[in-house]
């Protein structure tokens, strides 16, 4: 019957599986992106590549600057020391019509890795070359939350105005305890699932 139909549409609806577009209809929505950054320590394209999936990169900034106050904060920096700013936007291959899964900027001390602006990130893994500088990130901390990105973090992601996404900054650890990174990231809310695992 129809009333049916309707409750089965609206809970596939509240499932996440249909997708429901005034004056188009309603579709089958891709599943979402689980990420798994927030599980543990892996760059993103290592993750892709263990779940077979091409990932491409385009750098939209690769360049030094002073800090800004909140940066330098959480670099553990003065403010005003020299930093390099990395941002990129990313989009697996064949996955939501190409469209990106994350808007990415990480900061570094220019002291502690001087070449990182001369090095090419289109298809190099961040952790990688921290790695091959010896730089190994051991431990990160997080902090994750749903927010309206700023216009151009929107456009990057192909959003509406109004579409939020899932913001996680975070700061990668060194040996002793040394923070050698400081990242934002942007992951679009519709599209994207995080992989959370808790013990005691």
Not at 20 to 45: A, D, M, N
Not at 119 to 134: K, R, V
Not at 141 to 149: D, G, N, S
Request: aromatic share 8%; with cysteine.
């Amino acid at each position: 019957s129809r009333p049916t139909v309707r409750q089965a549409l609206n809970l596939l609806e509240q499932e996440g599986r249909l997708i429901r577009i005034k004056g188009s209809g309603t579709f089958v929505s891709e599943p979402k992106l689980v990420h798994e950054s927030t599980h543990f320590l892996i760059g993103y394209q290592e993750e892709s590549r263990e779940k077979n999936r091409i990932l491409h990169t385009r750098v939209l900034t690769l360049q030094q600057e002073r800090a800004r106050p909140v940066v330098a904060q959480m670099l553990g920096l003065a403010t005003g020391e020299m930093v390099t700013r990395l941002t990129r936007v990313r989009w697996l291959e064949n996955m939501y019509g190409n469209a990106p899964v994350v808007y990415t900027t990480v900061y570094v001390p220019v002291r502690v890795f001087p070449q990182m602006v001369q090095t090419n990130f289109t298809d190099a893994s961040f952790y990688g070359l921290l790695q091959a500088h010896g730089l190994r990130v051991e431990r990160s901390t997080q902090r994750l939350e749903i927010r309206i990105p700023p216009a151009e973090v929107a456009a990057g992601l192909k959003l509406s105005t109004f579409e939020p996404t899932a913001y996680i900054c975070s700061r990668g650890y060194g040996t002793g305890g040394k923070v050698i990174e400081y990242s934002e990231s942007d992951y679009p809310a519709s599209r994207s699932s995080f992989h959370i695992e808790i013990q005691r």
